[in-house]
C-alpha cells in the first residue's frame, strides 16, 4: 500500500462543476503540499498546508490531521483547470523530502 | 533566473549509456533534491543534499545514481548504465533552509528521459 493515496485517479468534469480531490496517507506528517501539473509544464505548488483549511481564488484545500486525509476543491471548474493534481506529504522526521501520490489527472470540458 | 531550470529539457539515451542531467536551483537555497516521476508509479525521492553534502542515497537504485554539487546552486544527476526503466521525468527541488520542515520545496519544469 502507497504512503499516499489519491482518489479519484481521473477525473472529468463540465465548466462550472465542483470538484473535490481527496489524497489520504498513512504516515506522520509535518506538512503537505497539492500541486499542479499541466502537460509538458512543470509542477506548480497550490498549496502547503499543515493544519486547517486555505483558499486561493477558486481552489480550496482543508486537511484533518486526526484523519490523516486532505481534499482540494475547485470551484467553478474550468477547462484550463485540466491538470494533474499531486498530493504530496513531508514526513516529520525527514528532511524535507516529499512523498507524492499517484496524481489525479482532470479533465474539464467546456 | 528567478526559479529552478533544467536541462536538457528532453534526453534520449542508448541503453547502458551514462547521462547526466544537470539542475540550477534559486540562488541561497541550501538544499537540493532529485525525484523520479514514472508513468504509474508516482514520483520517489532520488537524493538530495544540503549545501556540498549528499545527505541521503535512500532513493532506488542507489547504485547507479549519484548527484554532485559542483557549484552551491547547481546539482548533476547522474545516472550509469542506463536501463529503460530509467525512463521517466526526473524532477530538482531546491529549498531556502536547510531544517527540512514545513518548508516549500520549489521545482524545476523537469528532464524527460527515454532510453531506449
Known amino acids: 500500500k502507497n504512503e499516499v493515496e489519491q482518489s479519484p485517479q481521473n477525473l472529468t468534469a463540465q465548466e462550472g462543476e465542483f470538484i473535490t480531490i481527496n489524497c489520504s496517507y498513512s504516515?506522520?506528517?509535518?506538512?503537505l503540499h497539492w500541486l499542479q501539473q499541466h502537460p509538458g509544464g512543470g509542477i506548480v505548488s497550490l498549496f502547503m498546508?499543515?493544519?486547517g483549511k486555505k483558499k486561493h481564488g477558486r481552489l480550496i484545500a482543508t486537511i484533518n490531521i486526526q484523519e490523516k486525509h486532505s481534499s482540494l476543491h475547485i470551484t467553478a471548474s474550468h477547462p484550463r483547470d485540466s491538470a494533474v493534481y499531486i498530493c504530496?506529504?513531508?514526513?516529520?522526521?525527514?528532511?524535507?523530502?516529499?512523498?507524492f501520490g499517484q496524481g489525479t489527472i482532470l479533465t474539464v470540458h467546456p | 533566473g528567478a526559479g529552478v531550470s533544467q536541462s536538457p529539457r528532453y534526453k534520449v539515451a542508448k541503453r547502458g549509456r551514462d547521462v547526466a542531467l544537470r539542475c540550477d536551483s534559486i540562488?541561497?537555497?541550501?538544499?537540493l533534491y532529485w525525484y523520479r516521476q514514472t508513468l504509474g508509479q508516482g514520483s520517489e525521492v532520488l537524493t538530495y543534499?544540503?549545501?556540498?553534502?549528499?545527505?541521503?542515497k535512500s532513493g532506488r537504485p542507489s547504485g547507479r545514481f549519484s548527484a554532485e554539487r559542483p557549484e552551491r546552486s547547481v546539482s548533476t544527476l547522474k545516472i550509469q548504465r542506463t536501463e529503460q526503466g530509467d525512463s521517466a521525468v526526473y524532477l530538482c527541488?531546491?529549498?531556502?533552509?536547510?531544517?527540512?520542515?514545513?518548508?516549500?520545496?520549489?521545482f524545476g519544469p523537469g528532464t524527460r528521459l527515454l532510453v531506449l
Open positions: 527541488a531546491s529549498s531556502i533552509g536547510d531544517r527540512g520542515r514545513g518548508e516549500t520545496q520549489y
Open positions: 504516515v506522520g506528517i509535518s506538512a
Open positions: 498546508l499543515s493544519s
Open positions: 504530496a506529504v513531508r514526513s516529520g522526521t525527514s528532511y524535507g523530502k516529499l512523498t
Open positions: 540562488s541561497g537555497h541550501v538544499t
Open positions: 543534499s544540503q549545501s556540498d553534502a549528499q545527505r541521503d
